[in-house]
């Protein structure tokens, strides 16, 4: 099965394409604000050395984040725009997902880390089952110290928080932390390897109403707060 | 020609097909009701709106217009000018349809778009003519020299006109979005019930400046109860101060070029004291004005198609590196 696979929500954009367990082509470059700009570029050059026509692949994987809040939007509106283009099955596929496939021989529960701004984390706890994951509870937003206080057993935490928040990890979880390699930034390929079950199972999502992951959802409402407050001072009804 | 046109920039969501001169569908989703809320748009909130209603808008446009994907000759999108959060969207999903169905891309000026409401409206229009683009992002006057030919006349220094609408109904407690809640009140009230500034009405300049005026309003009524202040009175004499500088700027600009008519466009040409006043102000002057179609004046996406079939007809296609640019000037093409 042909998956066309891409991220734009980490730091490290990336292109995909395998056929089953076999990579035809990837690339990847660090995306400092050219998300936009060279998506589709690359997307075409990694076709092209797959030697893959985009009316011929069978899937399309994307990273809906969280992550980069605007290569995110970019991602996945050039997936559901493209799965729709060309009527074929589009599966979002989340970044803390990628990070911890890339451990899922692990023998202990794995905790992907991405940087959530102002000091925040997002997190995850995954299990292995299989040659797959399985997600433990909810996803987690919040500081370094709210996520410790909720690990209990062995943790393998992976991604650039853990490594930026390796003291306060050890120094709290002592021999029940361990950690991932620093560069453990995932390709393109592992976005169409997670999407594949799904795909085999005949599962996909709704290409058009696919979304990035929107995890603090507050925001919105912490504005609509704060303008009420502003709007305090202008004449009373 | 049947170019799809794609519209994000600020908090519609726009798809429409134009073949020619004849819009086959012209579908915009509105955040309007949920920006409402926030008392203006949210720029956050706006840009996740888009990401999930754009796949559903191009469809509409297909559908409606009974048309398939493979129909379609080209692709236009607003690129420039607007939330950076919301035109990204709006980019992406052109540069991914113009890829998936091998066609010609064009990234327009969210302004050109404007400039094209009209003459979309009455191909009939002649060029050259003087436009002002009005809306709640920008008050703007344009020389249009021929199609994609510019040159800016006058640009605000502050707020837009639609803004300080905007500005003044929140400040009055009257509602969002301002314009339309300013001209109903004003049709029971008196235009010269207050004496309020022309800002640069006299100045040789053709740039615009609103919030003079809008702080002149806030100092007269700040912390009086809203029973007491005569809103409709308010309302007539803000608004008729607004319609004068926009109404003696255009004239005086279209009097500059030798121009025979004035285009009024964006979402404040549907304010119903401004149109009065054109009409009466250039009919004396035997100037023609010409105002877009309901449907073409606020944001839209069949005026991008528009345009981009003007772009697209002068060889002017664009690459799939697209970006999109929130600041750019109307003159700068590509
Ligand atoms: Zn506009």
Known sequence: MR????DTAAPTNTVGLVDD????????????????????????????????????????????GPGSWTGAKVGVTVAKTLAYAVNKPVCGVTSLEALAYQCRTASVQICPLVDAGKENVYGAFYRPRGKSLVRKGDFYVGDIKGLVAAVKEPTLFLGKPAHLYRRTLARELGPLASYGSPSDSPSGCVFAWIALPRFRKGDSDDALALAPLYLKESLAQALLLKRQQEDSGKPSQ | ??????????????????????????????????????????????????????????????????????????????????????????????????????????????????????????????????????????????????????????????????????????????????GPAIDRLSLRGKRTAFDLPRPMVKSRSLDFSFSGLKTCVVNMFRGKEQDTIPLPDVAASFQEAIVDVLVSKAIQAAERKGA???????????????????????????????????????????????????????????????????????????
């Open chain 1, 3 to 6: 998956i066309l696979a891409f």
């Open chain 2, 260 to 334: 025979t008519a004035i285009s009024v466009t964006g979402g404040v040409s549907s304010n119903r004291r401004l149109r009065e006043a054109f009409q009466e102000t250039c009919g004396k002057l035997g100037l023609e004005v010409f105002f877009p179609l309901p449907e073409l004046r606020t944001d839209n996406a069949a005026m991008v198609a528009a345009a981009g079939a003007a772009r697209l007809e002068r060889g002017e296609a664009s690459g799939l590196d697209l970006n999109a640019v929130p600041t750019a000037p109307l003159e700068s093409t590509r």
């Open chain 2, 1 to 178: 020609m049947l170019i799809l046109g794609i519209e994000t920039s600020c908090d519609e969501t726009a798809a429409a097909l134009v073949d020619d001169s004849a819009v086959l569908s012209n579908i915009i989703s509105s955040q309007i009701d949920l920006h409402a809320s926030f008392g203006g748009v949210v720029p956050e909130v706006a840009s996740r709106k888009h990401v999930e209603a754009i796949g559903y808008v191009i469809k509409e446009a297909l559908d409606s217009a009974h048309k398939m994907l493979s129909d379609i000759d080209g692709i236009a999108v607003s690129a420039r000018y607007g939330l950076i959060g919301s035109l990204i969207v709006g980019v992406s999903a052109a540069k991914s349809l113009a890829y998936a169905l091998k066609v010609p891309l064009v990234g327009t000026h969210h302004i050109e778009g404007h400039i094209f409401a009209p003459i979309l409206s009455h191909p009939e229009m002649p060029l050259p003519h003087v436009c002002l683009t009005v809306s709640g992002g920008h008050t703007m006057l344009v020389y249009v020299k021929g199609l994609c030919q510019y040159e800016v006349m006058g640009n605000t220094l502050d707020d837009a006109a639609g803004e300080a609408f905007d500005k003044i109904a929140k400040f009055l407690n009257i509602g969002f979005p301002g």
């Open chain 1, 21 to 64: 367990d076999r990579l035809l082509a990837d690339y990847a470059w660090e995306a400092r604000d050219n998300s936009l700009q060279r998506i589709v570029l690359n997307i075409d050059q990694v076709l092209k050395r797959g030697g893959v026509a985009l009316e011929d692949i069978e899937g399309l994987a994307v990273g809906i």
